[in-house]
């Protein structure tokens, strides 16, 4: 019999400049030296128990089959519901709610939906990093606008000035991952006034939407007509719950992006969880857990901000989600000079707890000497970590 020589085929990579994510080598490097991991962005304790239970009843009542593509009609239509409480926008939970396998996977299917090869889409810099490599997924061109430094307010003449012909979509964030920002009503109308003249669509990430701190509300797409007319408002249970690993979120749009969004959604993922989906509509009958959620986290924000006060890290605001970011630029160690990815190295390796390079959220890797820490986590886990960073 004649040999076969075994060859695999060279592959030229769609993404060629993606490698390893920045949170990935973090916290294998905080497992590897049993640092203190406050860098990836998940909570270290469990969620409510009722939320689990309900799980498992929906198991048990035979829920495990495939749910209709556009998401189970409860969830849905508790979506819906909580827009018009929240929000005062109504919509239509059949034609205009889809259950996603996740955020990252909701933004991925917007883009993939409406962004034609050649069409440009605007990140504000610095941003979650799935959003360029998605926007080349689909054959867009990313344009890259930066927040302004060390304020991470949106600059709306550079955005203005980035619209053209050809764009396609403008993606914000808020609360904003990695800032800890969030926008405010005089700043969603200046939006709202600049994309009125447009065909621009816009692609809202509000995974941090029930974290917004110090008695502000959040600002919704969906609050502002002229946004919500051309926005796919994206949510996330996992955030919202304490659940990440669940990978379960929303997208409300309005009917006619929602089709188009769905033709996507039913290729690239079909359908979602169903006991999960099943569970999460019967626990949102009771608004208390999202509606207590600023309050929960502020607690944990405060207690970690004044562990801080110690330390010669300068505190920038954190007005939303659960990070923290720091200045690193006062410390009285030498490592303060190092540019912020080797300094988390350091961090971790050296001081014991690890931390997330603002720089990693920009395309060009802009260093400001600001790193990120996520505070969702067990008061203990957060005054080891402090007492860690005491000696900073």
């Known amino acids: 019999m004649p040999s076969i020589n075994s060859h695999t085929p060279t592959l030229t990579s769609r993404l060629p400049n ?12 905080a497992s590897e030296t049993q640092a203190v991991n406050l860098g990836q962005g998940f909570p270290d304790f469990e969620c409510d128990p009722a939320l689990v239970d309900a799980v498992t009843r929906a198991m048990q009542a035979g829920h ?7 998401g189970v009609p409860e969830l849905r239509q508790a979506m819906a519901a909580k827009m018009k409480a929240l929000y005062g926008l109504s919509v239509n939970p059949d034609t205009e709610v889809t259950v996603t396998a996740g955020a990252t996977q909701a933004i991925l299917t917007a883009i993939l939906a409406v962004v034609h090869p050649g069409d ?11 959003y360029v490599p998605n926007i080349e997924l689909a054959g867009g061109v990313v344009v890259r606008v930066p927040l302004s430094p060390g304020t991470f307010r949106p600059d709306f003449d550079r955005i203005a000035a980035a619209i053209t ?6 993606i914000i964030n808020s609360p904003h991952n990695p800032s800890a920002t969030t926008w405010s009503e005089a700043e969603m109308q200046a939006l709202q006034a600049l994309l009125a003249p447009t065909d621009v669509l816009l692609i809202s990430d509000e995974v941090y939407e029930h974290m917004v701190f110090d ?3 959040h600002q919704s797409a969906a609050r502002y007509p002229g946004l919500a007319a051309r926005a796919f408002v994206i949510s996330s249970f996992g955030k919202t719950y304490h659940v990440t690993g669940w990978k379960v979120g929303t997208v409300v749009a309005p009917a006619s992006m929602t089709a188009e969004f769905r033709k996507v959604h039913q290729f690239n993922v079909f359908t979602v969880n169903t006991p999960v989906q099943h569970a999460l509509a019967a626990y949102m009958a009771d608004p208390a857990p999202y509606l207590n959620l600023p309050a929960f986290y502020q607690r944990k924000r405060d207690l970690f901000r004044k562990g801080l006060d110690s330390t010669r890290f300068r505190l920038l605001p954190s007005e939303g989600t659960y990070f923290q970011c720091v200045s690193i630029a006062d410390l009285a160690v030498s490592e303060r000079d190092l540019p912020e990815g080797d300094f988390c190295q350091w961090l971790t390796r050296e001081i014991g707890v690890a931390a997330i390079p603002l720089s990693a959220f920009y395309g060009n ?25 005491s000696r900073l």
């Open 18 to 29: 993606v490698g390893t994510t920045i949170f990935t080598v973090m916290s294998a490097l």
């Open 64 to 70: 495990n089959q495939y749910p209709p593509m556009p």
């Open 120 to 130: 440009e889409v605007i990140v504000l810099e610095p941003c979650y990093d799935s």
């Open 165 to 170: 012909p050809r764009t396609r979509a403008l």
């Open 215 to 217: 008695g502000q509300r």
């Open 365 to 389: 890797g802009f260093d400001q000497k600001v790193v990120r820490f996520c505070f969702a986590k067990r008061d203990e886990t957060l005054l080891k970590a402090l007492e860690r960073l």
